[in-house]
Nanobody
Framework: QLLESGGGSVQAGGSLRLSCTRS????????MGWFRQAPGKEREGVAS???????IYEDPVKGRFTISQDTAENTVYLQMNSLKPEDTAMYYC?????????????????WGQGIQVTVSS
């Protein structure tokens, strides 16, 4: 199971860094993604990173969030800057099940339990 950490509460304009790790699997062998779900809304993709380091970002977070991976630490990160109240959500780390690295949640088979991010105005 994937394990997320680094969430919490921050004021608008602040930053947080989420981490995702899994002790039994080499994460850099997979496309890894971050998703989020706000109360009353559907889960949406945030960013993904493929085994070759290529990345995809959804429009609401472009220029503010950065996904990266540390192969030595077997950890995937989501650096979130210039946070907005609309970024408030439960954030999930996930591993892609097959080929490709798009942000279709149906293509991700392994999920973490999620971690809360709250941004106050």
């Amino acid at each position: 199971q994937l394990l997320e950490s680094g969430g919490g509460s921050v004021q608008a304009g602040g930053s947080l860094r989420l981490s995702c790790t899994r002790s039994t699997v080499t994460l850099s062998n997979y496309c890894m993604g971050w998703f989020r779900q706000a109360p009353g809304k559907e889960r949406e993709g945030v960013a993904s990173i493929d085994f070759d380091g290529s990345t995809i970002y959804e429009d609401p977070v472009k220029g503010r969030f950065t996904i990266s991976q540390d192969t030595a630490e077997n950890t995937v990160y989501l650096q979130m800057n210039s946070l907005k109240p609309e970024d408030t959500a439960m954030y999930y780390c996930a591993a892609h099940s097959g080929w490709g690295c798009d942000l279709d949640s149906d293509d991700f088979g392994s999920w973490g339990q999620g971690i809360q991010v709250t941004v106050s105005s």
